[in-house]
């Protein structure tokens, strides 16, 4: 089972979790805060800037075929309206290495980090962030027409949404284990609630200082819980740039991503898996029906019960990040969305953090042979990027989560192949 030479198959990046000292970047200043959530700071990261050829030519050694990274956009403008020609030219070299060596460039324009000096003017909840975003979109397009065939937009554009919900639910379960706290009289849990609390309370405090911005619940980065008008926002920026790009060269194809679970459910819960599919997906739809692709991105399913998501109905163990290692999440996924969505899908992330790279061999043997399966059912699959090409700046929770296919020793940056990169590898025609 293997796929042909047209399917895209690599591996994916982010700018600010690989490339190292992005300063002038939101992410930045929120890791070097007092009382920071961060574990830790990206720092050097893993000085990709500096050695993306050999990372490249360690992707093309294992036989892969496309490469999906980012483009910063704190390094393009870091200041409002003041382009950065030589971070441009950066890219571009990073772009030319790649089509060098026949790997096509896949290029995702925001992933997470914005510009600092965007945050300040009121993030992604100010309307003003898609004229921002699509002159961005466009100075960048201008640069890379002619190179460049597929361009994702906006990565997770349904972040922002999904941390509102998730915040939602932490503080409901923060209210029960409080009420909990105060009729056992738990200090063990009280300690570590307060103490959890209280850093957060300081480091949103110590953030909205530092954005200027005088109400710590308005600063809005692109992972701070969205209202209904911030999630449209991103859908405008989206809609904005995808126009710009198109006006500057028609024929790149263009997208976004979204970070979808396998929505599954037990009896009784068909009305509450049915309502988180629809603020996943479905009423995205409207904003992305011309795209020419969409990105697809899982890591796990969630089942629902009548009570809502039930995290004790699942059997897998759990990866390093505390989520159910299943596999098949990325092929249900990709087949749901294909009811859904008419344009080609890509598989922008999937991907297991574990330190068993036995594991994750095995983790990418069941998903591309179920994604195998997908493209035989006649569903317009066009690519598979692992994440990630290597181990990396996993955002609040640092370096410990090892996502992948290539390790690195952050003392001396030195990059060692694990299996798994071979493995994914080993899917392609030679
Ligand atoms: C994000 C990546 C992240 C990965 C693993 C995705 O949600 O796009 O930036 O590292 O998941 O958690």
């Known amino acids: 089972m293997l796929f042909n030479k047209d399917f895209m198959l690599g591996a994916a990046t982010a700018a600010h979790q690989v490339e190292g000292n992005n300063v002038g970047s939101d992410y930045w200043i929120m890791e070097n805060l007092e009382h920071s959530v961060f574990v830790e700071k990206s720092g050097s990261a893993v000085d990709h800037y500096n050695r993306y050829e050999e990372d490249i030519d360690l992707l093309k050694k294992a036989g892969l075929n496309a490469y999906r990274f980012s483009i910063e956009w704190a390094r393009i403008e870091p200041v409002e309206g003041q382009w950065n020609e030589k971070e441009m030219e950066h890219y571009i070299k990073v772009i030319d290495y790649c089509l060098a060596n026949g790997i096509e460039p896949v290029v995702t324009y925001h992933h997470f980090s914005s510009p600092a000096w965007l945050i300040t003017k009121g993030g992604w909840e100010s309307p003003d962030v898609v004229r921002y975003f699509e002159r961005y979109a466009k100075y960048v397009t201008e640069h890379v027409a002619g190179k460049v065939k597929y361009v994702c937009t906006i990565n997770e554009a349904n972040m922002r949404l999904q941390m509102a919900f998730l915040i939602k639910d932490i503080t409901e379960r923060m209210s029960k284990q409080s009420e909990i706290q105060n009729q056992e009289g738990s200090v063990q849990v009280g300690v570590n609630l307060s103490q959890n609390q209280s850093q957060m309370m300081m480091s949103m405090m110590e953030t ?51 970070s979808l679970h396998d929505i599954q459910c037990v009896d009784g819960g068909e009305e509450n898996a049915k309502k988180a599919w629809d603020d996943e997906f479905t009423h995205y739809l409207p904003y992305i029906e011309k795209d020419d692709f969409l990105g697809v991105q899982c890591y796990t399913r969630k089942i629902f019960d009548a009570n809502g998501a039930n995290s004790t109905l699942e059997t897998g163990p759990k990866t390093q990040m505390g989520y159910e290692d299943y596999p098949m999440g990325i092929v249900n996924v990709v087949r749901r969305c294909a009811e859904e969505f008419k344009g080609a899908i890509i598989v922008t992330e999937n991907g297991i953090a574990t330190s068993d790279d036995e594991r994750r061999c095995e983790f990418i043997k069941e998903a591309l042979t179920g994604l195998n399966d997908c493209i035989t059912e006649g569903i317009k699959l066009k690519g598979y990027f692992a994440w990630s090409l290597l181990d990396n700046f996993e955002w609040q929770k640092g370096f410990s989560m090892t996502f992948g296919l290539i390790s690195v020793d952050r003392n001396t940056m030195e990059r060692t192949p694990k299996n798994s990169l071979k493995v994914l590898g080993s899917f392609i025609e030679a």
């Open 208 to 258: 909205a200082k530092a954005f200027n911005i005088d109400d710590p619940r308005k600063v809005a980065n692109f992972v701070s819980q969205a209202s209904e008008e911030g999630d449209l926002l991103v859908m405008k920026a989206h809609n904005a740039a995808r126009n710009a790009i198109k006006a500057v060269d028609s024929s790149i194809q263009v997208g976004l991503t979204l």
